[in-house]
């Protein structure tokens, strides 16, 4: 009696769980990087959304605000 690896249904086996846990450690890694730098929403719509608040809370006067603003949409194209 052989007692080898069988017939090549073993191999694609191990290729597929070596493949599996390489996405794995990509997929923490990502997800760490994406902790680290603030999320997915780190870009221009939170900046406006600083702006609103800090108008909001009567820091930028109207004028400033939408100079702001006009240089978010110009800066992120």
Same mark, same amino acid.
């Given at each position: &009696?052989m007692w080898g690896?069988g017939s090549g249904?073993? $191999?694609?086996? &191990? =290729?597929?769980?070596?493949? *599996?846990?390489? $996405?794995? *450690?990509? %997929? ?7 902790? &680290?730098?603030?999320? @997915?929403?780190?870009? =221009?719509?939170? =900046?406006?959304? *600083? $702006?609103?608040?800090? !108008? %909001?809370?009567?820091? @930028?006067?109207?004028?400033? !605000?939408?100079?702001?603003? =006009?240089? @978010? ?5």
């Amino acid at each position: &009696m052989m007692w080898g690896y069988g017939s090549g249904a073993t $191999l694609w086996w &191990m =290729a597929g769980e070596s493949l *599996i846990g390489v $996405l794995v *450690i990509v %997929a923490v890694v990502v997800g760490v990087i994406l902790v &680290m730098r603030g999320g @997915l929403g780190n870009g =221009a719509g939170s =900046a406006r959304r *600083i $702006l609103e608040e800090r !108008f %909001a809370g009567g820091e @930028l006067d109207e004028d400033e !605000f939408n100079r702001r603003v =006009a240089a @978010l949409k110009t800066s992120h194209r």
